[in-house]
């Protein structure tokens, strides 16, 4: 059954939904008013933190360059895609848990607007999430090929 799945199409999904991901992140530090919050930060943290900002950026852009260009090599059964897919598992369940384990919810701003970026963000990051685990099993031969 989980074989059957069309990996493939479900991969560049998630590829497109990263390069998404992207495109919309470049509206947060707008929306969470990044910059008049960092007015009293020493200029050293306030440049670690865009670096930091910057790679996480680049890293959902690789992502979904990766998964939408190169799907099937991502899922080839080879030892280096069931690498590149398990990394992207848990660098995504992990962002999916940091949502509720470690975000101090009571700074979200509120609205309906802000809600439903949020339920969409969440359910992108599980999808996310539960895509390269099955493409990560996949690779392993958790599913008969």
Known sequence: MWRDLPWHGMVILAGVGQLAIIVVSLAIPRLLHWREQMVGWQPLTRQMFW?????????????????????????????????????????????????????????????????????????????LTLTYTGALLLNLGAFAR
Do not use: H, K
């Open 51 to 127: 670096t930091y900002a910057a790679y996480i950026w680049a890293t959902n852009l690789c992502f979904g360059l990766v998964s939408t260009l190169g799907a099937p090599w991502l899922l080839d059964g080879s030892p280096l895609a069931a690498a590149v897919t398990g990394f992207i598992a848990v660098y995504w369940g992990a962002r999916l848990a940091i949502q509720f384990a470690y975000f101090d919810r009571s700074g979200f701003p509120s609205g309906p607007g802000y809600r439903l970026g949020e339920a969409g963000m969440v359910l992108g990051f599980a999808y």
